[in-house]
Structures are given as C-alpha cells and as structure tokens.
C-alpha cells in the first residue's frame, strides 16, 4: 500500500501545483483555429466567451478538450476517494472480530486485544 499511497500523494502534488480552476473548455475564436476545430482550455470567463485565461489549445477535438478541463476538478477529487479507500483497506486488514464483545476491533484495539487488554 505504501507504493500505492505514494503515487497518488505524487498524482495530488502535481494537481496542487496546476493553476487553480475550476477550468472549463470554449471553441478557439481565432478564425483559422475555429474553422479547424481547435478548442480552449481557460481559467475564469465562461464557455461561450474569450475572457478567461487561456490554459492550453486542444485541436483533437471538443471530447480531449473537457477532459483535459474537467481533470482540474477530477482528478483531486480521484485522488481523495481513493486515499479514503486506502485507508479503509488498511483498517480492515487489520481487523479481528471480537466474539465476546461481538463486535470489530480495528488498528490499535486489534493490539491492545492482542496484549490481552480488551
């Protein structure tokens, strides 16, 4: 798990350093670039207008241009849920069922039971 918890911490440093969003995507206005299809990544403004920041130029298409968009707040949010789930397949893999209390112990209850303390 260590390995695993180290990329994602590597995964959330690189989303940290990125220009905070949200992001969203716009047609590229530019008139070459709009007849061809290219698509803006911006910071700020909205979908239909050229007034936020421009982020990146995506010309393979509107579908790469929202996903590239939407990582800004996705992958954060990936990162999260999959710490929480790190952490809950820690807990339980060091859980031990209790028959007298009827009930889980989990982490540092598993050692004090263990010990003989619970």
Do not use: Y
Request: proline share 3%.
């Amino acid at each position: 798990m260590t390995d695993l918890k180290a990329r994602i911490a590597t995964i959330q440093a690189r989303a940290d350093a990125a220009t905070h969003g949200p992001w969203h995507f716009a047609p590229d206005l530019t008139p070459w670039r709009e007849m061809n299809g290219f698509w803006r990544v911006e910071i700020g403004g909205d979908t239909q207008s050229r007034a936020g920041r421009h982020i990146a130029t995506v010309r393979s298409g509107k579908e790469n241009a929202v996903l590239l968009a939407s990582a800004r707040t996705d992958v954060p949010e990936l990162c999260a849920l999959l710490t929480r789930a790190v952490e809950l397949l820690e807990r339980a893999s060091t859980a031990v069922w209790d028959s007298g209390a009827n009930r889980v112990l989990f982490g540092d209850e598993v050692a004090a039971f263990l010990r003989g303390e619970k």
